[in-house]
C-alpha cells in the first residue's frame, strides 16, 4: 500500500529558529503534495499544495514567505517554518496524491515554539 | 466550490451500540466523497470512499457509508461500536475526478463507553 513518512513527529524550537518539516512517499511517486495544519480540537487547514518542480499554490492568508514548501521530487516535499513564533505552534501534516493511491497522509509533526 | 457539514462535533456510544456519524456535502460536480479516522497525535486514515459505482460502501473496520445524492449525504455507520473506535472522524469531498484538494468537514469525536 501507499505510505507517507513524515518527520519530525515532535520538534520543539526557539523563538526566531527555522524549523523544516520532512515529507516522503515511501513507495510510489506522488504528482501532488498539500500541507495542513491543524488546531487543537479543530478540522484541517488546507496551508498549501504543491506539484513536484513548480512553486506551490498557498491558500488565502497563508504567508508564503514563513511557510516554506518545496517539492523538489516526486517522493519529497518539506516544509520550513521560518523566524517561528509561539503562534505557530501547531500540528502539521502533509499529503501525498497519486492517481492509483488516492489521497495518503503522513502522521503529522508536532511543533512547539518556546 | 465544495462544501462538507458533519452534525455533531462529539458523538458518544456505548460499546456494541450502534455508531452513525452525519456528513453533508455541496458539490457543483459529482462529487469524490471520504471518511478518514484520526487518532491522538496521528496522521488520518482512509476508512472508505465513494467514487462511482455502487452507493453503499465498505470500508476497514466495519465501517460502511451510503452515498445518497437526493439528499447530498454520506453518513458513516458502524453496527456495533468497539473502544478502540475512540477516535476523531472526517469527512471530505473533493470534486470527482477532476478534483485536486480535500475540502475537509469539521470533523466528529467518538467516545465509546463500556
Known amino acids: 500500500g501507499a505510505v507517507v513518512s513524515q518527520h519530525p513527529s515532535r520538534v520543539i524550537c526557539k523563538s526566531g529558529t527555522s524549523v523544516k518539516i520532512e515529507c516522503r512517499s515511501l513507495d510510489f511517486q506522488a504528482t501532488t503534495m498539500f500541507w495542513y495544519r491543524q488546531f487543537p480540537k479543530k478540522s484541517l487547514m488546507l496551508m498549501a499544495t504543491s506539484n513536484e518542480g513548480s512553486k506551490a499554490t498557498y491558500e488565502q492568508g497563508v504567508e508564503k514567505d514563513k511557510f516554506l514548501i518545496n517539492h523538489a521530487s516526486l517522493t519529497l516535499s518539506t516544509l520550513t517554518v521560518t523566524s517561528a513564533h509561539p503562534e505557530d505552534s501547531s500540528f502539521y501534516i502533509c499529503?501525498?496524491?497519486?492517481?492509483?493511491?488516492?489521497?495518503?497522509f503522513g502522521s503529522g509533526t508536532r511543533l512547539t515554539v518556546v | 466550490a465544495q462544501s462538507v457539514t458533519q452534525l455533531g462535533s462529539h458523538v458518544s456510544v456505548s460499546e456494541g451500540a450502534l455508531v452513525l456519524l452525519r456528513c453533508n456535502y455541496s458539490?457543483?460536480?459529482?462529487?469524490?466523497l471520504f471518511w478518514y479516522v484520526q487518532y491522538p497525535n496521528q496522521g488520518l486514515q482512509l476508512l472508505l470512499k465513494y467514487t462511482t459505482g455502487a452507493t453503499l460502501v465498505k470500508g476497514i473496520n466495519g465501517f460502511e457509508a451510503e452515498f445518497k445524492k437526493s439528499e447530498t449525504s454520506f453518513h458513516l455507520t458502524k453496527p456495533s461500536a468497539h473502544m478502540s473506535d475512540a477516535a476523531e472522524y472526517f469527512c471530505?469531498?473533493?470534486?470527482?475526478?477532476?478534483?485536486?484538494?480535500?475540502?475537509f468537514g469539521g470533523g466528529t469525536r467518538v467516545l465509546v463507553k463500556p
Open positions: 458539490s457543483s460536480v459529482p462529487p469524490y
Open positions: 471530505a469531498v473533493t470534486p470527482g475526478a477532476a478534483g485536486n484538494k480535500l475540502t
Open positions: 499529503s501525498a496524491r497519486a492517481r492509483a493511491y488516492g489521497y495518503t
